[in-house]
């Protein structure tokens, strides 16, 4: 079955250090998401990209947080610098591309789990 | 603006025993609906979804979700609870038309043997 690969699963990192977290959609999923899920909470969504574009990136705090996808493939987001408040799971989902069968249906990967210092 | 509401932080029920999750949402509009469920530390797997038709929609591992327009509800039902279900279940809403899908905040299940 196919699946949303992310890497690293696990990342402690000291506040004002940069991290990086990777993503790989489904093959074929056109859109793809990154949400943020503080513990206890649901997740919040950071940026949602259709192929390369930006369709929503409102909640992304845009002084510390960038989010790309080059190629409309994999993406990355990075948060420079980290700050306590952003420990965090950090999800990636993907779904087919609006307009599809499927679309609004999120496939999500297992996450990211950030710990900031 | 979208918005889902989940009324309750944590449920316990015991094994066998019958469970209702509540959930509602605010849309101008008919939104598509869903639930997803959670495992510790794992992300987010989809239970089942409504996006039109028959109000009552199933969903994978036994659980059922009512659409209740007139309540703007969408609850979560299963008959009997197995201890695998022990889990965190979100409810989320999504404008038609792809834009961004919206997560309540969750409520953590406990099963009691």
């Known amino acids: 079955e196919a699946e949303v690969a992310q890497s690293p699963r696990y990342k402690i990192t000291e506040k004002s250090q940069a991290v990086a977290f990777w993503c790989d959609p489904i093959?074929?999923?056109?859109?793809l998401y990154w949400y943020r899920q503080i513990l206890g909470q649901g997740p919040e969504l950071l940026v949602q990209?259709?192929?390369?574009?930006?369709?929503?990136d409102s909640q992304l705090p845009k002084d510390r947080f960038s989010a790309e996808r080059l190629k409309g493939v994999d993406s990355t987001l990075k948060i420079q610098p980290a700050e306590l408040g952003d420990s965090a799971m950090y999800l990636c989902?993907?779904?087919?591309?609006?307009?599809?069968?499927?679309?609004?249906?999120?496939?999500f990967g297992a996450g990211s789990r950030l710990t900031v210092l | 603006a979208q918005s889902v509401t989940q009324p309750d932080i944590h449920i316990t029920v015991s094994e066998g025993a019958s469970l209702e999750l509540r959930c509602n949402y605010s849309?101008?509009?008919?939104?598509?609906l869903f639930w997803y469920v959670q495992s510790p530390g794992q992300g987010l797997q989809l239970l089942l979804k409504?996006?039109?038709?028959?109000?009552l929609v199933q969903g994978i591992k036994g659980f059922e979700a009512e659409f209740k327009r007139s309540q703007s509800s969408f609850n979560l039902r299963k008959p009997s609870v197995h201890w695998s279900d022990a889990a965190e279940y979100f409810c989320?809403?999504?404008?038609?038309?792809?834009?961004?899908?919206?997560f309540g905040a969750g409520t953590r299940l406990f099963v009691k043997a």
């Open positions: 989902a993907s779904s087919p591309r609006d307009g599809t069968s499927g679309a609004n249906v999120l496939t």
């Open positions: 989320a809403v999504a404008a038609t038309g792809g834009f961004k899908t919206i």
């Open positions: 093959s074929g999923h056109a859109t």
């Open positions: 409504y996006f039109s038709g028959d109000t």
């Open positions: 849309y101008g509009a008919t939104p598509y």
């Open positions: 990209f259709q192929d390369e574009s930006v369709v929503d």
